[in-house]
Nanobody, 124 residues
Framework: QVQLVESGGGSVQAGGSLRLSCVAS????????MAWFRQAPGKEREFVSA???????RYADSVKGRFAISTDINKNTVYLEMNTLKPEDAAVYYC??????????????????WGQGTQVTVSS
Protein backbone atom coordinates (compact mmCIF):
# COMPACT_ATOMS: atom_id res chain seq x y z
CA GLN A 1 0.00 0.00 0.00
CA VAL A 2 0.84 3.64 -0.41
CA GLN A 3 1.07 6.13 2.43
CA LEU A 4 -0.85 9.34 1.78
CA VAL A 5 -0.70 12.57 3.78
CA GLU A 6 -3.05 15.43 2.98
CA SER A 7 -2.73 19.07 3.93
CA GLY A 8 -4.11 22.44 2.93
CA GLY A 9 -7.60 22.37 4.35
CA GLY A 10 -9.02 25.32 6.22
CA SER A 11 -11.83 27.80 6.50
CA VAL A 12 -12.73 30.24 3.74
CA GLN A 13 -15.64 32.41 2.77
CA ALA A 14 -17.78 31.54 -0.19
CA GLY A 15 -16.03 32.53 -3.39
CA GLY A 16 -12.61 31.91 -1.90
CA SER A 17 -9.92 29.42 -2.85
CA LEU A 18 -7.89 26.66 -1.25
CA ARG A 19 -5.26 24.26 -2.50
CA LEU A 20 -5.09 20.78 -1.06
CA SER A 21 -1.93 18.69 -1.23
CA CYS A 22 -1.42 14.96 -0.91
CA VAL A 23 2.07 13.54 -0.61
CA ALA A 24 2.38 9.90 -1.60
CA SER A 25 5.13 7.58 -0.48
CA UNK A 26 5.87 4.01 -1.44
CA UNK A 27 5.03 4.13 -5.13
CA UNK A 28 5.63 6.67 -7.93
CA UNK A 29 2.69 8.78 -9.11
CA UNK A 30 3.26 7.70 -12.72
CA UNK A 31 2.12 4.21 -11.78
CA UNK A 32 -0.98 5.29 -9.89
CA UNK A 33 -4.37 6.81 -10.35
CA MET A 34 -4.82 9.44 -7.65
CA ALA A 35 -8.19 10.75 -6.58
CA TRP A 36 -9.87 13.18 -4.27
CA PHE A 37 -13.10 12.31 -2.52
CA ARG A 38 -15.06 14.28 0.03
CA GLN A 39 -17.51 13.49 2.77
CA ALA A 40 -19.89 15.94 4.39
CA PRO A 41 -21.60 15.16 7.71
CA GLY A 42 -24.40 12.67 7.26
CA LYS A 43 -23.54 12.03 3.63
CA GLU A 44 -21.70 9.32 1.77
CA ARG A 45 -18.17 9.84 0.55
CA GLU A 46 -18.32 11.18 -2.99
CA PHE A 47 -15.94 11.45 -5.90
CA VAL A 48 -14.47 14.88 -6.62
CA SER A 49 -11.62 14.42 -9.09
CA ALA A 50 -8.94 12.01 -10.23
CA UNK A 51 -5.82 11.91 -12.35
CA UNK A 52 -4.28 8.81 -13.86
CA UNK A 53 -0.60 7.96 -14.18
CA UNK A 54 -0.81 9.16 -17.79
CA UNK A 55 -2.39 12.46 -16.66
CA UNK A 56 -5.94 11.75 -17.76
CA UNK A 57 -8.24 13.76 -15.52
CA ARG A 58 -11.86 13.55 -14.49
CA TYR A 59 -14.11 15.76 -12.42
CA ALA A 60 -17.46 15.48 -10.73
CA ASP A 61 -20.04 17.67 -12.46
CA SER A 62 -20.44 19.71 -9.31
CA VAL A 63 -16.82 20.94 -9.40
CA LYS A 64 -16.12 21.20 -13.14
CA GLY A 65 -14.72 24.58 -14.05
CA ARG A 66 -13.92 25.41 -10.42
CA PHE A 67 -11.51 22.70 -9.28
CA ALA A 68 -8.29 21.56 -10.92
CA ILE A 69 -6.25 18.46 -10.16
CA SER A 70 -2.54 18.30 -10.90
CA THR A 71 0.60 16.46 -9.91
CA ASP A 72 4.24 17.23 -9.21
CA ILE A 73 6.08 14.07 -10.13
CA ASN A 74 9.31 15.24 -8.52
CA LYS A 75 7.53 15.72 -5.19
CA ASN A 76 5.24 12.70 -5.65
CA THR A 77 2.42 15.03 -4.74
CA VAL A 78 -1.08 15.53 -6.09
CA TYR A 79 -2.89 18.84 -5.70
CA LEU A 80 -6.48 19.95 -5.78
CA GLU A 81 -6.87 23.63 -6.56
CA MET A 82 -10.34 24.70 -5.45
CA ASN A 83 -11.71 28.03 -6.63
CA THR A 84 -15.03 29.79 -6.28
CA LEU A 85 -15.81 27.67 -3.26
CA LYS A 86 -19.42 27.24 -2.23
CA PRO A 87 -20.90 26.28 1.15
CA GLU A 88 -21.86 22.93 -0.36
CA ASP A 89 -18.16 22.20 -0.97
CA ALA A 90 -17.59 22.01 2.79
CA ALA A 91 -16.50 18.50 3.76
CA VAL A 92 -13.57 16.38 4.82
CA TYR A 93 -11.49 15.82 1.71
CA TYR A 94 -9.65 12.54 1.29
CA CYS A 95 -6.82 11.61 -1.03
CA UNK A 96 -6.91 8.10 -2.45
CA UNK A 97 -4.63 6.00 -4.63
CA UNK A 98 -4.47 2.75 -6.51
CA UNK A 99 -2.29 1.29 -9.27
CA UNK A 100 -3.31 2.71 -12.64
CA UNK A 101 -2.01 4.40 -15.78
CA UNK A 102 -4.81 5.10 -18.27
CA UNK A 103 -7.87 4.36 -16.17
CA UNK A 104 -9.88 6.63 -13.91
CA UNK A 105 -12.08 5.16 -11.23
CA UNK A 106 -14.71 7.19 -9.41
CA UNK A 107 -15.88 4.85 -6.69
CA UNK A 108 -14.38 4.43 -3.24
CA UNK A 109 -14.20 0.65 -3.52
CA UNK A 110 -11.65 0.88 -6.34
CA UNK A 111 -9.02 2.61 -4.19
CA UNK A 112 -6.85 0.72 -1.73
CA UNK A 113 -4.92 3.54 -0.09
CA TRP A 114 -6.42 6.51 1.73
CA GLY A 115 -5.19 9.56 3.56
CA GLN A 116 -6.46 10.73 6.90
CA GLY A 117 -8.53 13.57 5.45
CA THR A 118 -8.39 17.33 5.68
CA GLN A 119 -11.29 19.57 6.66
CA VAL A 120 -12.60 22.25 4.32
CA THR A 121 -15.09 24.74 5.74
CA VAL A 122 -16.85 27.30 3.56
CA SER A 123 -18.91 30.03 5.16
CA SER A 124 -21.62 31.93 3.32
Amino acid sequence: QVQLVESGGGSVQAGGSLRLSCVASGRPLRSMTMAWFRQAPGKEREFVSAISGSAITRYADSVKGRFAISTDINKNTVYLEMNTLKPEDAAVYYCAARPGYHTIWATTLEYDSWGQGTQVTVSS
